[in-house]
């Protein structure tokens, strides 16, 4: 089983600034991994496919990039609706798996 | 567009089944993969299995021996079954669209379902 160990686990940061996630696979997973977002109550929601790829009206700010078992989601200039926890999922091989998620706190 | 409605029981004692069914709405049932996903209370996100409109499954070695998942392509939906429930079960369980062999991602997602397990 691929496991994707994510961090922060936990990020407090202001509005405007620069957010960095970043998820590291125990083995290389290529450009397999996928970007969510989730707030309270909710599903979660597709940010970015393949690694790099925005999704369907996803807000330019949110940003991914990465290859093999190094990958990066950013968020350019963090707004208070990105308050949420993000979890990076893999597709490569099966099970299939998830991080275990990073939540950002809005200061 | 496509939607997901899930529905099932949400109350369970322990050692039951639970049974959960997911439809799609809107959008092309086959062709695609559709997934079962859970999150227990507070925790991160754990994927369940997978079926496709053939009825071909894949599914988390650490339910596989519990879990039976089916389709039934005359209505669009696709069920999970999960027998000897314990409290370790109590979740959310979500379905949703994974996709096909070529962009395989999970881009639909239905509400979820908070599956209780309690005596």
């Known amino acids: 089983e691929i496991v994707l160990t994510q961090s922060p686990d936990f990020q407090s940061v202001t509005p405007k600034e620069k957010v960095t996630i970043t998820c590291r696979a125990s083995q290389s997973i290529g450009g397999n991994l996928h970007w969510f977002q989730q707030k309270p109550g909710q599903s979660p929601k597709l940010l970015v496919k393949?690694?790099?790829q925005s999704f369907s009206g996803v807000p330019s700010r949110f940003s991914g990039s990465g290859s093999g078992t190094d990958f990066t989601l950013t968020i350019s200039s963090l707004e208070t609706e990105d308050a949420a926890t993000y979890y990076c999922?893999?597709?490569?091989?099966?099970?299939?798996?998830f991080g275990q998620g990073t939540k950002l706190e809005i200061k | 567009q496509v939607h997901l409605q899930q529905w099932g029981a949400g109350l369970l004692k322990p050692s039951e089944t639970l049974s959960l069914t997911c439809a799609v709405y809107?959008?092309?049932?086959?062709?695609?993969?559709w997934s079962w996903i859970r999150q227990a209370p507070g925790k991160g996100l754990e994927w369940i299995g997978e079926?496709?409109?053939?009825?071909?499954?894949n599914s988390n070695p650490s339910l596989k021996s519990r879990l039976t998942m089916s389709v039934d392509t005359s209505k669009n939906q696709i069920s999970l079954k999960l027998t000897s429930v314990t409290a370790a079960d109590t979740a959310v369980y979500y379905c949703?669209?994974?996709?096909?062999?070529?962009?395989?991602?999970?881009?639909?997602w239905g509400k979820g379902t908070t599956v209780t397990v309690s005596s």
């Open positions: 949703a669209r994974e996709g096909t062999l070529t962009m395989y991602y999970m881009d639909v």
């Open positions: 999922h893999q597709s490569k091989s099966l099970p299939y798996t």
């Open positions: 393949y690694a790099s």
């Open positions: 079926i496709d409109h053939a009825g071909s499954t």
């Open positions: 809107g959008g092309s049932f086959t062709g695609y993969f």
